[in-house]
């Protein structure tokens, strides 16, 4: 069942239907609303869908149902990681691409292959090493002589060519061959001989990273860091989730994913995700967020001194479509300022950087961004 959102949401009106009663942000064009702002009615609501209507309420009760089935399939294989997969969900949801931090053997791989089975997707691993190619990933031409002696060239398609890519310890492979992933992660395509070859949909990008060794790595180009939606910071499970996975995994009985939803489902919901309405406070919110932490712009002396360069538009599209994505996944009708606040961190950290000075102070991101946060609480 489809709930209202929480005590901070944006003004919610409130839509009667045939023995049913819900909220939404805005109305849907054609009907008549009674929007309700404590208990004053109020007039001029502020559309920010993208759609002409808000989705049905059926069509969200379906949905909902169909994302408990799916969190509950993947967590009867991955143990002690809830938030990791609600924030892998959301990133594919919101259409997006994902960057997982931990270190090796927290099962972000198997959490790959996982998602994959559950949602229908066909999906594949690359193990980025130093020495891996460009053509390694999206592929390469050869050439081929017919029967009758003549030739051509035929496109064979690399790895990229699926629908969940898990790219294994991205940082360890070249620039060259991490700029490979740029085209296909924005534009959905690759362009190999100049022939632009599209890519299957819908197509996302899980990367993994290791934080501790950096020896023989490049950094991640900021234009790159900046196509990941959000940055997934995995940890370590807790005493009874650690204990429930040495019982299962090293048993007799241990079990497999089984198919919840196809390719076709989720492309649905996430062009859902975009019909769903989101309040005035909320943009607010947003917007408040991710211009406060740009140091040319904003008012606060801590940012002006710690932060090298901070996040631009694409945060604030980010983190749009993620805090309706948590709403969806949440069973909620509208997002809140409450999923602002909760995304605020994975989806600013990777796009902001301290300057010199904050490192050698000890300073970290996470704090800056907490400091941003409290703008909006």
């Known amino acids: 069942m489809v709930r209202p959102s929480r005590a901070r949401s944006a003004p919610l009106p409130r839509r009667q239907g045939p023995g049913r009663e819900y909220f939404c942000a805005l109305p849907c064009r054609g009907c008549v609303h009674n929007f309700v702002e404590n208990g004053v009615s109020i007039?001029?609501?502020?559309?920010?869908?993208?759609?002409?209507?808000?989705?049905?309420?059926?069509?969200?009760?379906?949905?909902v149902e169909r994302l408990k089935a799916v969190r509950l399939g993947i967590g009867q294989v991955i143990f002690g990681q809830e938030q990791v997969v609600d924030e892998t969900l959301i990133t594919l949801l919101a259409g997006g691409h994902a960057l997982l931090i931990g270190v090796p053997g927290l099962a972000k791989t198997r959490l790959v292959e996982t998602l994959g089975t559950v949602l229908g997707l066909e999906d594949k691993r690359v193990q980025f090493t130093p020495d891996l190619m460009p053509a390694d990933i999206i592929g390469s031409e050869v050439l081929e002589e017919a029967e009758s002696g003549n030739r051509s060239f035929r496109f064979i398609n690399g790895p990229v060519f699926c629908q969940l890519l898990m790219a294994d310890e991205i940082n360890r492979a070249s620039p060259r061959t991490q700029s490979a992933l740029l085209q296909a992660m924005q534009e959905k395509n690759v362009s190999v001989a100049g022939t632009r070859h599209e890519l299957p949909a819908p197509f996302h990008v899980l990367a993994?990273?290791?934080?501790?060794?950096?020896?023989?790595?490049?950094?991640?180009?900021?234009?790159?860091?900046?196509?990941?939606?959000?940055?997934?910071?995995?940890s370590y499970p807790s005493l009874e989730a650690e204990r429930r996975m040495l019982i299962v995994t090293t048993g007799t009985s241990e079990s497999d994913p089984e198919e919840v939803m196809s390719a076709e489902e989720l492309m649905a919901a996430q062009r859902l995700v975009r019909?769903?309405?989101?309040?005035?406070?909320?943009?607010?919110?947003?917007?408040?967020?991710?211009?406060?932490?740009?140091?040319?712009?904003?008012?606060?002396?801590?940012?002006?001194r710690d932060v090298a360069w901070g996040p631009g538009p694409r945060?604030?599209?980010?983190?749009?479509?993620?805090?309706?994505?948590?709403?969806?996944?949440?069973?909620?009708?509208?997002?809140?300022?409450?999923?602002?606040?909760?995304?605020?961190?994975?989806?600013?950290?990777?796009?902001?950087?301290?300057?010199f000075a904050a490192r050698a102070d000890g300073t970290t991101i996470s704090e800056v961004v907490e400091r941003l946060v409290a703008r909006v609480t």
């Open 275 to 304: 019909r769903i309405p989101v309040g005035t406070s909320v943009v607010e919110a947003i917007l408040e967020l991710v211009r406060a932490g740009r140091p040319e712009i904003t008012d606060m002396e801590d940012v002006r």
């Open 315 to 355: 945060a604030s599209q980010a983190l749009m479509l993620a805090v309706r994505a948590r709403a969806l996944l949440d069973g909620r009708v509208a997002p809140s300022v409450d999923d602002v606040v909760a995304l605020a961190a994975p989806t600013l950290r990777h796009r902001m950087a301290l300057n």
């Open 208 to 234: 993994t990273q290791n934080p501790l060794e950096q020896e023989g790595t490049y950094p991640l180009p900021e234009a790159q860091l900046d196509r990941f939606l959000i940055q997934i910071d995995v």
């Open 43 to 63: 007039s001029n609501p502020v559309e920010t869908t993208s759609d002409t209507s808000a989705p049905l309420p059926e069509e969200l009760d379906a949905l």
